[in-house]
């Protein structure tokens, strides 16, 4: 009985990734019986862009994830799955791991490209704290909170 209107999803790291790869096509949740949600928040994801990453020197674990198969890896990429039907975005990245912050910034490009609503925001925090420090007080967790009173029309 909830509203999908008042929904944002959100998730870290891998989950980062898959709220990523939903939000980028919501046809997705539509086509298996959903309905469109207000908003996406990706909390520091690795996976944004699977081809980049798979085609650099890379941690064992995406190996795992995607698997060596070149073909697969466009579909499962949420800079590669992007509609113009995309939710809007935040996502938030860490400026102290190298690969986060491009990886966001693009995709970010590429959904406003197709006139979709993104912005990045770059935290000075290691990956595990950008999933530990939301919720405390501060510019990060108001800068969140303020992203989802948006896309849920709620006045500040």
């Keep these: ?4 209107q008042q929904l944002v999803l959100m998730g870290h790291s891998a989950g980062g990734h898959l709220v990523g790869l939903l939000g980028a096509d919501p046809e997705r949740v539509i086509k298996a019986g959903g309905q469109r949600w207000a908003g996406t928040v990706a909390l520091d994801s690795g996976a944004m862009d699977v081809p980049g990453i798979m085609q650099w020197p890379h941690l064992p674990l995406y190996d795992d994830a995607f698997g060596k198969n070149p073909a697969a890896w466009e579909a499962v990429s949420p800079l590669h799955q992007l509609t113009p039907q995309a939710t809007p975005f935040l996502l938030v990245c860490s400026s102290q791991r190298a690969a986060s912050c491009p990886h966001h910034q693009r995709f970010a ?3 406003q490209s ?3 609503t993104a912005t990045v925001r770059e935290e000075a925090l290691t990956h595990a ?3 530990d420090t939301l919720g405390l007080p501060g510019a990060y967790t108001q800068a ?3 992203f989802i009173h948006q896309v849920l029309g709620y006045a500040r």
């Design 114 to 116: 197709l006139g979709g």
């Design 129 to 131: 704290a950008i999933n």
């Design 144 to 146: 969140v909170d303020d």
């Design 1 to 4: 009985g909830g509203n999908p």
């Design 109 to 111: 490009r590429q959904l």
